[in-house]
């Protein structure tokens, strides 16, 4: 089954430092999603992006982060100035449509941990 | 009012037992519906899309009431294979998550 690949597993960073989080969604899907986890909170949306431009961002996304779809299959997130309170799991989803009951497939994740 | 409520639990029930949850969400514009579950710390991962007539797959039957903005689960027979947290996700271009309630299956 076609799955969401993420790299790295765990990064770990420099407060101050910009780190870059990699992401391959299922190769026939279109929409593309950041979503975060800080330990012992909910998923929160962050971005969706489709057709190289972002769709919608949340509250979060602001102008410490961007996201990027540099080739045809990788899709980055980068968060410059990385800060203590950005540590947490960042997921990348992706889905073939935007239409209803069109599910959202997760990759496992990168562990952010920000020293 | 949060956009997704979900008791955190957790349940604890044996093996075998039916247990059901239920999630409110605030958004009545919202038009897709998902449950997914998540084991520690890991990705989440779908378990059911949620129809307007209710579905059912396998021992997990979810059910939307539009007019009252609920969804819910339920879990038949339950295995050990199915402690973790099950997350309820109103949503359309984004979704949007509950905190989760957390199931323990115990022998």
């Known amino acids: 089954e076609p799955e969401v690949t993420q790299t790295p597993s765990h990064q770990v960073t420099q407060m101050g430092q910009e780190v870059i989080l990699r992401c391959v969604p299922i190769s026939n899907h279109l929409y593309f999603y950041w979503y975060r986890q800080i330990l012992g909170q909910k998923v929160e949306f962050l971005v969706s992006?489709?057709?190289?431009?972002?769709?919608?961002k949340s509250e979060i996304f602001d102008d410490q982060f961007s996201v990027e779809r540099p080739d045809g299959s990788n899709f980055t997130l980068k968060i410059r100035s990385t800060k203590l309170e950005d540590s947490a799991m960042y997921f990348c989803a992706s889905s073939e449509e935007q239409r209803t009951n069109q599910p959202q497939h997760f990759g496992d994740g990168t562990r952010l941990s920000i020293l | 009012r949060k956009e997704v409520e979900q008791d955190p639990g957790p349940f604890n029930v044996p093996e075998g037992a039916t247990v059901a949850f239920n999630c409110t969400y605030s958004n009545s514009a919202s038009q897709s519906f998902f449950w997914y579950r998540q084991d520690c710390r890991k990705e989440p991962k779908l378990l059911m899309s949620v129809y307007s007539s209710g579905n059912e797959d396998g021992r997990f039957t979810a059910q939307l009431n539009r007019a009252s903005q609920y969804i819910s689960l339920l879990i038949r027979d339950s295995k050990l294979s199915d402690s973790a947290t099950y997350l309820c996700?109103?949503?359309?271009?984004?979704?949007?998550f509950g905190t989760g309630t957390r199931l323990l299956v115990s022998p």
């Open positions: 996700a109103p949503g359309f271009q984004k979704l949007v």
């Open positions: 992006f489709y057709n190289n431009e972002i769709s919608e």
